[in-house]
């Protein structure tokens, strides 16, 4: 189920620019390199890491930004008619999934745990999401003149899920959640109302998705 997760998240850094053979491809070699990275995190190092943040989140973005580098289509980096934006459709649906995953997030960070540990995993990610959705809220409005960006809510509001992930069961007051979750998810509405733009204009790095804003640098902090 991790090793899924992991390919799932580097899928939405080259959505749209490769062929199903690609994908496969893409999909096949990163599951091989996922067990062996889980394996040196877990096994040999002995890192705790209860909601993958480092082995699902960071490991399966960096991986997907990697594949995006070779996978690179000029046509998205020279785009300028702005079809790499949602339209309302598109965001109405994506709202049906970012509230699936609110609602969800918390048994994915607490599967591994058990008895009060695994109470305090989801208790802790709940905490920690509603706190990430406040800070993506004001970081839209405040960035886009006093307007929601479906964009920056609808990503960064889960972020918090991606930090807390790798302590969510060992933090033990409120306040460690909340703080995380408004910490990543006002740095993860930064990375998609500038971050984007500047690495793609500066190294030439196209982000179908945003992986790196929702799951890189979060899982990073985390």
């Not at 943040?53 to 702005?82: C, N, P, R, W």
């Not at 305090?120 to 406040?134: D, F, M, Q």
């Not at 004001?138 to 929601?148: D, E, N, T």
């Not at 007051?173 to 910490?183: E, L, V, W, Y």
């Amino acid at each position: 189920d991790f090793g899924a997760g992991a390919v799932l998240i580097s899928f939405g850094a080259i959505l749209g620019k490769c062929s199903l053979l690609q994908l496969w491809a893409m999909a096949t070699f990163e599951v091989f390199f996922y067990c062996m990275n889980e394996a040196i995190i877990v096994e040999i190092l002995g890192i705790y890491d209860i909601g993958g943040s480092m082995v699902i989140h960071t490991f399966g973005a960096f991986f997907g930004l990697s594949v995006a580098l070779f996978y690179q289509s000029e046509e998205a980096i020279e785009d300028k008619s702005k079809l790499n934006a949602g339209n309302y459709l598109s965001d109405l649906v994506s709202m049906v999934g970012t509230l699936f995953l609110f609602a969800y997030w918390p048994s994915f960070n607490g599967a591994l745990g058990s008895g009060a540990g695994m109470q305090r995993a989801i208790i802790n990610t709940y905490l920690s999401i509603a706190c990430s959705v406040t800070a993506s809220i004001v970081i839209s409005k405040f960035v886009h003149g006093g307007k929601l960006n479906m964009e920056i809510v609808l990503n960064a509001s889960l972020s918090g899920g991606v930090a807390v992930g790798s302590a969510a069961d060992i933090i033990t007051s409120p306040f460690g959640a909340m703080i995380t979750g408004f910490i990543t998810g006002s740095i993860s509405a930064i990375g998609f109302a500038f971050i984007s733009s500047f690495v793609k204009k500066h190294l030439k790095l196209h982000d179908t998705c945003g992986v790196h804003n929702l799951h890189g640098m979060p899982s990073v902090l985390g």
